[in-house]
């Protein structure tokens, strides 16, 4: 059993900052792929981003593109989620989540490919 637990979640003005991490319990998690999702309140939970197992590979949705970076630490076990230009429609929890090998990367959008979730931190951009 994988293990997930997002941080860094909190209050920011539009356009500022924050970084959410995602740490996991054993070290196996480095064959897995890892993805950020997001759900505001009323609403599907939807994709942010992803990264391969590699941390070669990552997928954006086109709402973040250019304003958050995904990235891994394989030292730490530990995936993160850095957001710039914040806006009050990023406001939703956010979901790490993590898929074991044999899925093609570009279905990494798929959250039903996911297997492992942690339990969510939320994010409120206030305007």
């Known amino acids: 059993q994988l293990q997930l637990v997002e941080s860094g979640g909190g209050l920011v003005q539009a356009g500022g900052s924050l970084s959410l991490s995602c740490a996991a319990s054993?070290?196996?998690?480095?064959?897995?792929?890892m993805g950020w999702f997001r759900q505001a309140p009323g609403k599907e939970r939807e994709f942010v981003a992803s990264?391969?197992?590699?941390?070669?590979?990552?997928y954006y949705t086109d709402s973040v593109k250019g304003r958050f970076t995904i990235s891994r630490d394989f030292a730490k076990d530990t995936v993160y989620l850095q957001m710039k230009s914040l806006k009050p429609e990023d406001t939703a929890v956010y979901y790490c989540a993590a898929r074991p090998p044999g899925y093609s990367s570009s279905d990494s959008y798929h959250a039903h490919t996911y297997r492992y979730w942690g339990q969510g931190t939320q994010v409120t951009v206030s305007s």
């Open positions: 990264v391969s197992w590699s941390g070669v590979t990552t």
């Open positions: 054993r070290r196996t998690y480095s064959n897995y792929d």
